[in-house]
């Protein structure tokens, strides 16, 4: 007898510019899976909108508060594509957080 699946994930792709690849890569390992953890979990909260980039902002907890920002275009039809991650401000990312554009 076959069993039915109950629930199947549904899979998430995106697609790293190549100077967000060189950035992770001079990043301590452990500050580099971080923020590729947070760029994973905004992709599951970002919204499409065609012929415009958008930002939105992290931190990471780590021996101290890390804050950034991710510039991405995701349009339809197409994965997200990240392009840049920016070093910001706590007030930058409190002008991000009060426009409701960070990482969850």
Partial sequence: ????RK??????FYELDDEVIFILENFDLKMAALLTLQI???VAQIKQKNKIYQ???GVIKYEEPHFFALRFIYEEKDNPYFFNILKITSDEYLDLYNLNKIIK
């Avoid at 007898?1 to 039915?4: E, Q, R």
Wanted: aromatic share 6%; glycine share 6%.
């Fill in 40 to 42: 994973e979990r905004a």
């Fill in 55 to 57: 930002t939105i902002g």
């Fill in 7 to 12: 629930y199947t994930a549904e899979s998430r």
């Fill in 1 to 4: 007898m076959d069993l039915l």
